[in-house]
């Protein structure tokens, strides 16, 4: 029997820690031994709403083969030094480690993350990035097997990693089952990169401020990198720098993240189709628009309209006529900077 431990003090996030017991502690009846669950922690601690008492202290991790770190709720707030100790010492006794979302900044803060790939969730990775330099952190995956040590994007990419395990540990039929037994898929395509919502940066006294709504009005046409300078009144060597400055990235970088969230939310609330949609966004044509949308996306657009379809929507058709006027407009679009 592998015994998996999960490590828990006040600031865990709950869901993560729930959905870890659901699958390591609660015996399917499809592999026997099963796992045997415990719950580590350096006394009753909190778990959001919930009060949790372990069955023992942090000191049981070392005789765990699996420890399972759940997410951090504050990752602005450093990981306790009790707990980073107990798991390093956990992964040197020979367990493997796993951590759950943002329980990314406890394995990192305990070096296991060095020199590795790794992954949280993807509204903090940057964060882990940016604290943790020697981290190979990967944005896009939902899970990250690195042997001894695993890490997954957040919420339900821990479900994600628990199957993966189980799958590891006796088979895929078996991770199979339980997946259809908690009503889940066994596999997703894809990865986080497809949940990660792109925003324009809020408006701001910088000298891009009006530049972002005018290009957000204009995503069905094939605006390029000197049509924005010329609206922005620079350069596009100076473009180039502001866009940088505020958004972390090029201006055809941007504008080609715009025009692929365009996409989603096209795919998301309207029947058009991708033809349809990739001459809404400015791709031209629908072998552009898959290109783009699986290398940024990580799934192709029938598949993540198939994912993410509101089928409320899909029958009222409201939005389906706003596709059609996008192309009316682009067809009678007469502006000097618009290029063909």
Request: glycine content about 8%; aromatic content about 6%.
């Amino acid at each position: 029997m592998i015994t998996v431990a999960l490590a828990v003090t006040d600031g865990m996030l709950h869901f993560e820690l729930s959905l870890a017991y659901e699958v390591f502690g609660t015996d399917p009846g499809l592999a026997d031994p099963w796992y045997g669950l415990v719950v580590c922690g350096p006394g009753a601690v909190r778990a959001g709403r919930f009060l949790l008492e372990p069955d023992h202290g942090l000191d049981r991790l070392r005789h765990a083969g699996i420890v399972i770190v759940p997410g951090w709720a504050d990752v602005d707030v450093e990981p306790p030094a009790f707990l980073v100790d107990a798991v390093r010492a956990a992964h040197e006794a020979g367990a493997r480690v796993a951590s759950l979302c943002t329980g990314a900044f406890v394995l990192a803060a305990a070096g296991l993350l060095d020199g590795k790939r790794a992954t949280t969730h993807w509204a903090h990775t940057g964060d882990l990035a940016a604290r943790y330099p020697k981290v190979r952190v990967d944005p896009d995956v939902l899970y990250v097997d690195d042997g001894s040590v695993l890490t997954s994007a957040g919420k339900a990419a821990a479900m994600d990693l628990c199957l993966h395990i189980v799958r590891l540990d006796h088979g895929s039929s078996i991770a199979n089952a339980v997946a259809r037994r908690l009503v889940v898929p066994p596999h997703r395509d894809g990865g986080q990169a497809q949940f990660v919502t792109t925003p324009v940066p809020a408006p701001g006294n910088h000298p891009l401020a009006a530049l972002f709504p005018w290009v957000i009005e204009r995503l069905d046409q094939p605006l390029t990198v000197e049509d924005l300078a010329r609206q922005a009144r620079m350069s596009s060597r100076n473009l180039a720098r502001h866009f940088r400055s505020v958004t972390g990235t090029s201006p055809l970088r941007w504008l080609l993240t715009q025009r692929i969230r365009h996409a989603q939310e096209l795919l998301e609330t309207t029947d058009e189709t991708v033809d349809a949609i990739a001459a809404a966004t400015g791709m031209g044509t629908a072998t552009t628009l898959r290109r783009h949308f699986n290398r940024t996306v990580g799934v192709p657009p029938d598949a993540y309209r198939r994912t993410f379809r509101s089928p409320t929507t899909a029958r009222a058709g409201a939005t389906g006529q706003a596709v059609t006027s996008l192309l009316v407009k682009r067809a009678q679009a007469t502006e000097p900077n618009t290029r063909t």
